[in-house]
C-alpha cells in the first residue's frame, strides 16, 4: 500500500511542476529541505535564519513508516540543497530523485559524510524475518557528536557554496557550533570513563550503534535500528529481564514515540528505572515550539546515561 501511495504521488508530479518550476524570489534566501530532524537543526544553527528551511518529517511522526506526499516532493524538486539519510529507510529518496531534474540541486547523504557500521543482531535481540541484500549499515549516524560534526562541516561547506554573499557567516556559526559538538562529546565521554557499568539495556530498537561505539558501551536491545516491528517474543523479553537482573542494571531505555510497553514489563520484572535515550530523529510539537534542539536533547541523554551507569 505505501509503495501504491508514492507511486501515485510521483506520477502526478510532473504535472504540478509545470505551474512550480523554481522561480527567482527577492530577498527569500536559499531553500534547504531536510527530511529529518538532526540535519534541520544543524542548519538552523548554521544559518541563524537566513534561508527558508523545512524538514519533511511531521513533528511526533515515527520516521520508519513515513510517506512522502506529492507536496513534499515539490518541496524537494524546489530546493537549492536537499539533505537525506541514506540507506534502506530512504529508498523512496532515490527514486524521487530518479523521476526530477536535480541538476541545479546539492544533494547531501548523511551516511555518506561517515564512516559507517553494519547494522548487527546481537545476543537476544528479535530478527525481523526480511531477506537481506548485500551488507545493511545502521542509518542513524548522527546519534555520535563526533559524527555530527563531520556531517555539520559537509552541510557548512555546501551552504557556503549555495550562497556565497552569507559563506563568512555560516562559517563562523558552524565553527562555533563544531566547538559546541566537541564539548558535548567530552561530556558523553567523562560519563563513560567514569561509569561504574558498561551495558544498556533497550526494550525497544536501537539506533545508538554510533553512539556506543565511541564511548565504548555495551548494549542489549528487543530490535536493531531500523526495524518496523514493535512486539517482540516473550523469549527476547525474557532475555533482557535476565540481563537486568544478573548485572543489576538500574535503568531500561526506550526510544521517542515509543508506546514504551516492552521497556515497562521488563521494569515491573526488575525493579529498574524507565527512562527515555532520545535519538533526535524527530521531536514533538511541544519541542518544536519550544525550541529544542539537538544540542539539547544530547545534553538530556548524557545526564540520563549518568543514572543508567551507575
Not at 57 to 75: C, F, M, N
Not at 102 to 111: N, P, S, Y
Not at 162 to 188: C, I, M, S, T
Not at 202 to 229: I, K, M, N, Q, V
Request: aromatic letters at 10%.
Amino acid at each position: 500500500m505505501k509503495k501504491l501511495a508514492f507511486f501515485a504521488a510521483v506520477l502526478i508530479i510532473p504535472g504540478l511542476f509545470v505551474s512550480c518550476e523554481k522561480k527567482p524570489e527577492p530577498d527569500r534566501g536559499i531553500s534547504v529541505v531536510t527530511t529529518i530532524f538532526a540535519p534541520y537543526d544543524f542548519v538552523k544553527a548554521i544559518t541563524g535564519g537566513k534561508v527558508e528551511l523545512s524538514m519533511l518529517l511531521k513533528p511526533g511522526a515515527e520516521s520508519h513508516s513515513y510517506e512522502p506526499t506529492p507536496q513534499d516532493i515539490i518541496a524537494i524538486r524546489n530546493s537549492d540543497i536537499f539533505i537525506y539519510v541514506g540507506g534502506e529507510s530512504d529508498e523512496w529518496v532515490e527514486e524521487v530523485l530518479e523521476s526530477i531534474d536535480d541538476a541545479e540541486m546539492e544533494i547531501i547523504t548523511l551516511m555518506d559524510c561517515v564512516d559507517l557500521v553494519e547494522e548487527e543482531i546481537v545476543e537476544g535481540m528479535e530478527e525481523e524475518d526480511v531477506e537481506e541484500e548485500g551488507i545493511a549499515y545502521d542509518e542513524h549516524v548522527w546519534t555520535s557528536p563526533a559524527n555530527a560534526r563531520r556531517i555539520v562541516e559537509k552541510i557548512s561547506a555546501a551552504l557556503r557554496a549555495a550562497d556565497p554573499a552569507n559563506a563568512d557567516v555560516y562559517r563562523a556559526n558552524a565553527e562555533a557550533y563544531k566547538k559546541e559538538l566537541e564539548g558535548l562529546d567530552a561530556a558523553f565521554k567523562s560519563v563513560a570513563d567514569s561509569a561504574a557499568r558498561r551495558t544498556l539495556v533497550f526494550g525497544d530498537r536501537f539506533p545508538f550503534r554510533y553512539f556506543t561505539d565511541a564511548y565504548g558501551l555495551d548494549y542489549f536491545a528487543a530490535f536493531p535500528g531500523c526495524s518496523t516491528e514493535t512486539e517482540c517474543s516473550a523469549a527476547t523479553i525474557a532475555f533482557l529481564i535476565n540481563k537486568v537482573r544478573d548485572e543489576e542494571i538500574p535503568v531500561v531505555f526506550h526510544i521517542e514515540f515509543s508506546n514504551g510497553r516492552i521497556a515497562d514489563t521488563i521494569c515491573e520484572a526488575t525493579g529498574a528505572r524507565k527512562r527515555i535515550l532520545h535519538s533526535a530523529h524527530n521531536i514533538s510539537r511541544d519541542e518544536l515550539a519550544a525550541g529544542a534542539t539537538y544540542l539539547d536533547i544530547m545534553k538530556r541523554n548524557a545526564e540520563t546515561l549518568k543514572e543508567a551507569l551507575l
